[in-house]
């Protein structure tokens, strides 16, 4: 039910329920049915108001369903209603109603499902990989949610940026400048000379011949570094190591069809200041205490969960992990970000409460739920039934490039968004190269390009198809396909009210299924014209939305496979 016919059906119960109950102030919502024999919605407004009003549930389900069935408006929307259970309603929507859908599917094309723009900013900042490697395939999974769920957004009309936030400072930005030291002075990674943290994949050595070549590169925000070839200087190779994968990335994320609109680095919170600010703002607030020569934050006090004081600068000097991430966020909230979310593996579950505790000390008037995070499982990939681990140019792990270069894009995005981000997800490389109804990727971009097989089927009657009568489409499957047509805007909002762009890959798959099912069942060649324009019209929409959905996954939708 679009969402228009739900607003009238609710009106037209509130003025049953005041016909019957004039002091009554009804919270009415409508669900599904989960049994879809049920019918289309169902409403328990009779169980909530009868015990204040003395009534008996069923009785007053009857008389509400008697008073509405009376109102013309609700009568043109229904088909019928039933009391079931204790007092239960259960609502049939007329075949007009189901077929209300297509006349809006062409009208708002594209945007079939989008909200007008509210100027709403929100601020998604996902990936945010060290700087130390190829993008593996934990980054995959983020750069497919990240990207969807800001699309998801944009079609409910918020102003989305996408942020890229670089660790650019800290332990492992030294482990790389020693790896690529070590590399260029020709001692190998299996080599007891080798730093024990050190990074030992093949590109290592790539960054150590192009420094010593004195190679030029640029990042995607257009800083450019050239190696200066000294091996005595390590300031320059880690400048020019930083650099130099920061570049990487940058093409790893080209190659997955996706743009930032800013990047942002962590060692300019220290250049900048604004983590000494932070810090000291902090300390006049009162929130800190020294013990053991360290500064502590009294998280515990802040009210955001925290089950003890966390330390903010170590005994031997230099800020621990959250530090820097709060000075960050109040960035974010001073650049005019009040709505934020960020996307991370669950291993930064700790730092939440941390940061978030932060944020209150500091009396900016951030709510306690900023910034709100979305905390994704790893994955794990498989190919010929064995798990796969190792990518030879990364030494350690499987890369975006490898799933991309195995399966393209289309496969990748789709794969890593199908499931929660908060399960456990297993990338099967087999199944995503099959062409069968097992790989829901292909099932769905089938079904698409099925349909536009259909329509140049029938390309000299297209011209005709958008004013085409709809009243013949009445067959079981074809009430199907326009119910779950009419879905999609709720599964939008949905989406984006829970931050789970999966919702999108569940409706595709299900929208697809009652496609093949309609096709299978009901011919769209027949000789009767005004059914085969109806049926005309309604692949078209079909197609119009499922063309829709793909894109707010970053999944293109092929004309034909």
Not at 46 to 61: D, F, I
Not at 69 to 95: H, Q, V, W
């Amino acid at each position: 039910m679009l969402a228009e016919q739900q607003s009238q059906l609710i009106a037209c119960l509130q003025a049953a329920v005041r016909a019957i109950l004039p002091q009554a102030e009804p919270n009415i919502t409508l669900e599904r049915p989960k049994v879809a024999a049920h019918g289309d919605a169902a409403c328990n407004i009779a169980m909530q108001l009868a015990k204040p009003a003395g009534r008996n549930p069923r009785e007053l389900a009857q008389q509400i369903v008697d008073t509405l069935l009376a109102d013309p408006n609700a009568a043109a929307l229904l088909a019928g209603a039933e009391i079931a259970g204790p007092g239960f309603i259960n609502f049939r929507l007329s075949t007009a109603t189901h077929q209300a859908v297509l006349k809006t599917i062409a009208e708002q094309g594209d945007h079939f499902g989008h909200v007008a723009p509210t100027q709403e900013k929100l601020m998604v900042e996902f990936v945010s990989a060290n700087p130390t490697g190829p993008l593996h395939v934990g980054h995959a999974r983020q750069a497919a949610l990240g990207d969807s769920l800001c699309r998801v957004f944009s079609s409910q009309g918020y102003d989305v940026t996408r942020e890229f936030y670089y660790n650019d400072a800290g332990n492992q930005i030294d482990n790389l400048t020693t790896s690529v030291h070590a590399r260029a002075r020709g001692i190998e990674p299996d080599s007891e000379q080798f730093p024990a943290d050190g990074y030992k994949g093949d590109y290592i050595l790539d960054i150590a011949r192009d420094y010593q070549a004195g190679a030029t590169v640029q990042a995607a925000d257009g800083a450019s570094v050239t190696a200066s070839g000294d091996l005595d200087n390590l300031e320059d190779i880690r400048r020019f190591a930083v650099a130099y994968l920061r570049r990487e990335q940058d093409l790893d994320l080209q190659a997955f069809g996706l743009k930032f609109d800013n990047f942002y680095l962590e060692s300019s919170l220290y250049t900048s200041g604004k983590v000494e600010k932070t810090v000291q703002a902090l300390i006049d607030a009162g929130h800190t205490y020294e013990l053991d020569g360290a500064l502590w934050l009294r998280t515990t006090e802040l009210g955001t969960g925290d089950d003890k004081d966390r330390v903010m600068r170590k005994s031997e000097g230099g800020y621990t992990y959250f530090v820097p991430d709060v000075a960050y966020h109040v960035a974010k909230w001073e650049r005019g970000f009040h709505h934020a979310i960020n996307i991370q593996g669950s291993d930064h579950h700790g730092t939440i409460a941390r940061v978030r505790a932060g944020l209150q000390g500091l009396g900016l008037g951030i709510p306690k739920e900023f910034p709100a995070y979305i905390l994704h499982k790893m994955v794990k990939v498989m190919r010929n039934g064995q798990e796969v681990k190792i990518s030879k140019r990364a030494g350690s792990y499987v890369t975006l490039r490898d799933l991309i270069e195995w399966v393209g894009q289309d496969a990748v995005r789709f794969f890593l968004i199908q499931r929660r981000a908060d399960s456990e997800f297993v990338f099967d490389i087999d199944l995503a190269l099959s062409k069968s109804e097992e790989n829901p990727v292909y099932y769905i971009q089938y079904a698409h390009a099925r349909i536009n097989s259909v329509l140049n089927q029938s390309a000299e009657l297209l011209d005709q198809v958008p004013q085409a009568d709809i009243t013949p489409l009445t067959a079981p499957t074809e009430i199907a396909l326009l119910q779950r047509l009419s879905e999609y805007p709720n599964v939008l909002a949905q989406s984006a009210r829970e931050l789970a762009p999966h919702h999108i890959a569940f409706w595709l798959r299900d929208c697809a299924a009652d496609f093949h099912s309609w096709y299978n069942a009901e011919r769209v060649s027949v000789d009767d014209t005004a059914l085969r324009l109806a049926r005309l019209r309604l692949a078209q929409a079909c197609a119009q939305v499922i063309r829709n959905g793909l894109n707010l996954l970053g999944v293109s939708a092929p004309e034909r496979m």
